[in-house]
């Protein structure tokens, strides 16, 4: 059988975890997927998935595999669109991903015109209050906010946003504006997990950084709950500006304690190299990068 197909079954089965779903999304039937594994397993001489009645999962030289695999299938799809001229014409597949409200205000505008200006792409978009993993999780685009860790990706900077403290102005106009980071003990604080972990908010004191550990009155576990919370006058929260800004813009929601944050915090586009080289890859990065850098949010 080919090993180019029996590697693409592959592919199907451990993004899906399920060989069912793998056989709907290949157009196959449930026992030629099981056949297609079991001749790359024999092929390979290694197991390559544990699979139960309950549930599918890779062994160890299944997950390594599994990475070797994207990189192949990946130069396999751009060798074929070299050769069919697809430099003026990109099509295929992208997985990009994001933080999940930056994926959603800044991200999927630049997703509508990729799509618009290229008729024969899609998109897959996982905007997620989590780093993704690029290679274990198969991305091709990338969104990083802060400062970035040596991984060997490429990373493009397209901007910068700060750690802001805000409320309603219902809510500080009943309870006070505090004017010190130790002033926040004695208010309704609203903390969202991703952004504070061990519930701690960290300010600028004197020119150096001071974490101060809260009692929060309400912890959310995304960071769109607690800018809710905030809006509806429940206290004063920690968000990213470029969360807050257009209820900024709209009056809903103040600064608090503006002279006490932090120094900005980077905002990259980040991909594999290989990855990157594609024309389909290329031109979304070139479009996303000229975009974000134009974004007031961002500057």
Excluded at 105 to 134: K, N, T, W
Excluded at 210 to 234: C, M, W, Y
Excluded at 238 to 263: C, F, K, M, N, T
Aim: glycine content about 8%.
């Amino acid at each position: 059988m080919d090993r180019a197909h029996l590697m693409t079954v592959f592919l199907a089965v451990a993004e899906a975890q399920n060989f069912a779903a793998a056989a709907r999304r290949l157009g196959m039937s449930a026992p030629a997927v099981t056949r297609a594994i079991a001749s790359l397993e024999e092929h390979l001489g290694v197991k390559l998935i544990l699979r139960t009645t309950r549930s599918v999962r890779l062994t160890d030289v299944g997950h390594r595999y599994l990475e070797d695999v994207r990189l192949i299938l990946a130069k396999l799809a751009d060798a074929a669109e070299a050769a069919r001229g697809v430099n003026s014409a990109v099509q295929g597949h992208l997985n990009i991903t994001a933080p999940a409200l930056f994926g959603i205000s800044h991200v999927m505008p630049c997703i509508d015109a990729y799509l618009e200006q290229f008729p024969r792409m899609s998109i897959s978009g996982y905007f997620l209050d989590r780093i993704v993993d690029l290679r274990e999780e198969g991305m091709d685009v990338a969104i990083r906010i802060g400062f970035l860790p040596d991984t060997g990706l490429e990373a493009i900077r397209v901007g910068q946003v700060r750690r802001v403290l805000c409320a309603s102005p219902g809510y500080l106009k009943a309870h006070g504006t505090p004017r010190d980071p130790s002033e926040l003990d004695r208010h309704a604080v609203v903390m969202a997990a991703p952004l504070s972990p061990g519930n701690e908010w960290k300010f600028r004191s004197k020119g150096t950084s001071v974490a101060l550990r809260l009692a929060p009155r309400l912890i959310v576990g995304t960071n769109d709950a607690a800018l809710e919370a905030a809006v509806l006058g429940s206290g004063i929260t920690q968000l990213l500006s470029y969360q807050v800004a257009a209820h900024l813009d709209a009056g809903r929601l103040a600064i608090v304690l503006p002279d006490h944050e932090e120094p900005p915090w980077p905002v990259h586009v980040v991909y594999e190299k290989e990855r990157g080289e594609s024309p389909r890859a290329r031109a979304f990065i070139d479009l996303l990068v000229h975009r974000l850098r134009g974004s007031k949010a961002l500057n």
